[in-house]
């Protein structure tokens, strides 16, 4: 059962390929944003995956992120996640990024619930759509 209080835990070694360079968000060779969003949405998600059914899953639908420090190739950063709200179907989570030096970025995230099957199906109706 989903409860607020529920933490997760994720770890991101930073490498050229989640570059801002190699991710075409930036020109510099420190962690992307969109790597740190993406790490984010991986901590929440997993952090609730045990708690649901299993023709279950969650999607990310709002992501309000700040980055405020750039971290160089070769640390690692580390998320800690909590989920604080459920409304429903709807999760409402907070995150914090941080490596050895300092805090990264923070950000509050929101997923839904949605049974797996029938968001798989719909979204591949789009394929056929319009034929």
């Known amino acids: 059962m989903l409860t ?4 997760g ?3 991101l070694r930073v490498t050229t390929e989640n570059t801002a360079r190699a991710m075409g968000s930036g020109e510099l060779p420190v962690l992307a944003t969109p790597a740190v969003a993406a790490l984010i949405e991986k901590t929440c ?4 995956a045990a708690e649901l059914e299993l023709d279950q899953g969650t999607v990310g639908t709002a ?18 996640c909590e989920l604080t709200a459920v409304e429903d179907r709807r999760l409402c989570f907070t995150a ?3 490596d050895d030096v300092t805090e990264v970025a923070t950000a509050a995230h929101e997923r839904y619930i949605v049974d797996n099957e029938r968001f798989t199906r719909k979204a591949n109706s789009k394929l056929t759509a319009g034929n």
């Not at 998600?45 to 609730?48: E, G, N, P, R």
């Not at 992501?63 to 998320?79: F, I």
């Open 63 to 80: 992501l309000t992120l700040t980055h405020t420090a750039p971290t160089p190739v070769g640390m690692v950063v580390q998320c800690d």
């Open 4 to 7: 607020p209080g529920i933490k």
């Open 96 to 98: 914090r990024v941080y």
């Open 9 to 11: 835990h994720a770890a």
């Open 45 to 48: 998600w997993q952090s609730v």
